[in-house]
């Protein structure tokens, strides 16, 4: 009996078996074999960049150009005209940069006028223009809250409020809860002279703020060129303080009790301290301040008003181991004013009017200011392009001239007559020539029409009202007059006089304002400005403009002192064709047109005499200051 075997489950010898390990080996090479493929892929080569052959392009070849020129062509001929002219210097103008000029400066039938200087706009406080490196003040009104509300406040109120100030180290936060000016003002000095409390506020822009419990603050860098130690001289009323370099060096007041107050802050150890007279009052000295050549220090002042009336700053500077001439009053010496940069003209004049002599000089002493740093002093801002001297009206002496013909004919006459159509001439040797009008040159037919211009009214515009004065003090001092001021409108008006005719060129009219000194012999200039026109623009009718309006003031320190000022004194109106030739004037005083010349050099706000040559304001004398400054009580 044979035994059955079991099937076993290995793999099997044969076929099969050798077809799959066939399998296994073929795809591990293939395998293989693509990944040595892709590794010479991958590998590149550096690819070389070979230059383009150059490539020749064609050249032009170029002919020199021939212009044709007619040996018969003659020059156009000139017209001359001989006159005898007065050369007048045009004085300057300084511009300093300005935005938010509207239309209403032009007219539409204008061509330019002559803008103001901000400059001569100035009051002794500064003004919104800057030469760079002035002193940039606010102006912060106590009797106002931070969005302009009524604050109770008292002179008691406004000491307790500078003494924490001055105390708590000039932290202008203290001043946060009051209203401050939007309009910040410049100045390269500080010498407000004595003029009355409500001046401040305007000098901000603010006219209907009070007149009384106010702070003014100054800051900016005290720097010299060189190795410099100085002290200020300083009046101040109600009250003035300066801080150089975080330190108090120097408190004014007026009032003893003030002074003696602010001594804990405070206080000089000079025997000259209160000596000399500034002002209405007695000078105190600073300490001793040392700069190191071209390294600025801050520097802030401080001027206060406590009660209204009249104030004064004045800020002087004495530089050790210098002399100085002695004034007229106190036998003090007069110190230079302190300065960062060259006082403008204008405001010296505003500054001199209201100055007591021999108090300080405006013209010398140090500067402080860096020399190496650029500058833009007055002096230095763009001026405009001059306008030519017109010639007087009177000083045509010889119009023998050119005139040439449609033909070419061209013949030295003098302009006898025009007789409708007919132009009458006469030669040198004196022949009379007779030629159609229609037959000269163009050139020669305007001259005609500018040598025969219509008539033309003048009309000198004023207007006037008195202003009404800021809010003053409730405990105002009683021995000192109102301060009276008065707005006024100058303009003028030209019209072509019947019977119209046909004038189509440009004719310049310019007029001046004229103050007068009412505490003196001299005059004011208050405004001047001029624009171009068309009569032919106008068919007939009248040409108008007008200027800013202008404050003048009148005041008197005290109910025995002068009255001082400047009232309307009268004006100059020209009218000036394109020749340059004055056609027509109108004047209230025939010494203005008489010294056209001298007046074109003055600038706004200077004071002249009856020659039209500048001179000092005049000034207040001793019948001003009152006895009781002295002592400040």
């Not at 076929?15 to 493929?37: R, Y």
């Not at 008691?156 to 924490?164: C, F, I, K, V």
């Not at 520097?299 to 050790?320: F, K, N, P, T």
Request: glycine share 8%.
């Amino acid at each position: 009996m044979q035994k059955r075997r079991n099937k076993s489950g290995g793999i099997v010898k044969g076929a099969p078996s050798g077809i799959l390990i066939s399998l296994l080996v073929h795809a591990a090479a293939f395998m293989l074999a693509g990944l040595l493929v892709v590794f010479t892929f991958v590998q590149k080569e550096e690819k070389k960049f070979v230059p383009p052959k150059p490539v020749d392009r064609p050249k032009m070849k170029l002919k020199k150009p021939q212009v044709k020129v007619k040996k018969t062509a003659r020059p156009r001929s000139t017209t001359r005209i001989v006159t005898k002219v007065q050369k007048a210097q045009m004085p300057d103008m300084v511009l300093p940069e300005m935005s938010g000029i509207g239309e209403g400066l032009v007219s539409a039938v204008t061509g330019f006028e002559i803008m103001p200087d901000l400059t001569e706009l100035a009051s002794p406080f500064g003004g919104t223009f800057t030469t760079g490196n002035d002193l940039k003040g606010f102006f912060y009104n106590m009797n106002r809250g931070r969005t302009g509300r009524p604050v109770p406040m008292s002179p008691e109120q406004m000491e307790d409020l500078m003494y924490s100030f001055m105390s708590g180290g000039w932290r202008k936060s203290i001043f946060s809860r009051f209203y401050r000016s939007p309009t910040a003002i410049y100045t390269p000095t500080i010498c407000v002279p004595t003029v009355m409390s409500e001046l401040a506020p305007e000098a901000f822009g603010e006219q209907n703020a009070e007149g009384y419990c106010w702070a003014v603050l100054y800051e900016g860098e005290l720097v010299y060129p060189e190795d410099i130690t100085f002290r200020f001289w300083g009046v101040g009323d109600k009250l003035m303080a300066v801080n150089v370099d975080g330190k108090t060096v120097l408190i004014c007041a007026y009032q003893s009790a003030v002074r003696e107050r602010f001594a804990n802050i405070w206080q000089p150890n000079d025997p000259n301290d209160n000596v000399y007279y500034f002002a209405e009052h007695r000078a105190r000295p600073s300490d001793w301040i040392t700069l190191k050549a071209g390294e600025p220090q801050k520097i802030q002042v401080l001027m206060a008003d406590l009660q209204g009336g009249l104030v004064y700053h004045i800020l002087s500077v004495e530089v050790r181991g210098e002399t100085y001439p002695l004034n007229r009053a106190g036998g003090g010496p007069t110190f230079p004013v302190f300065r960062t940069s060259e006082i403008a003209e204008a405001t010296m004049d505003r500054i001199y009017s209201d100055l007591y002599p021999g108090d300080v000089t405006l013209t010398n002493g140090p500067i402080f200011r860096d020399f190496s740093a650029k500058e833009r002093d007055p002096d230095l801002l763009p001026k405009p392009d001059p306008i030519p001297e017109p010639v007087p009206l009177q000083d045509e002496v010889d119009p023998v001239r050119i005139w040439t013909s449609l033909d070419g004919t061209v013949i030295d006459a003098t302009l006898r007559a025009v007789m409708g159509n007919t132009v009458v001439l006469m030669t040198p040797k004196g022949k009379q020539l007779k030629v159609p009008l229609d037959k000269l040159s163009s050139e020669d037919r305007e001259f005609l029409a500018l040598s025969r211009p219509p008539k033309f009214d003048i009309n000198f515009l004023r207007s006037s009202s008195q202003a009404q004065n800021p809010p003053t003090a409730p405990w105002g001092e009683g021995f000192q007059r109102p301060l009276q001021m008065f707005d006024y409108l100058f303009g003028v008006q030209v019209k072509q006089k019947a019977p119209y005719k046909p004038y189509n060129h440009h004719l310049v009219v310019e007029y001046f304002a004229i103050g007068d000194e009412i505490d003196g012999d001299n005059f004011v200039l208050l405004e001047r400005r001029q624009k171009t026109f068309n009569p032919a623009d106008l068919a007939g009718k009248a040409f108008e403009f007008r200027g800013d309006p202008i404050r003048l003031r009148r005041m008197a320190y005290r109910d025995t002192a002068p009255v001082r000022g400047t009232k309307y004194g009268g004006y100059l109106v020209t009218l000036t064709d394109k020749m340059g030739k004055i056609i027509a004037y109108e004047t209230s005083n025939e010494f203005l047109y008489e010294n056209l010349g001298n007046l074109r050099k003055l600038s706004v706000n200077n004071h002249f005499d009856r020659q039209c040559k500048r001179t000092m304001p005049a000034r207040p004398n001793e019948d001003s200051r009152g006895a009781g400054a002295i002592d400040g009580n």
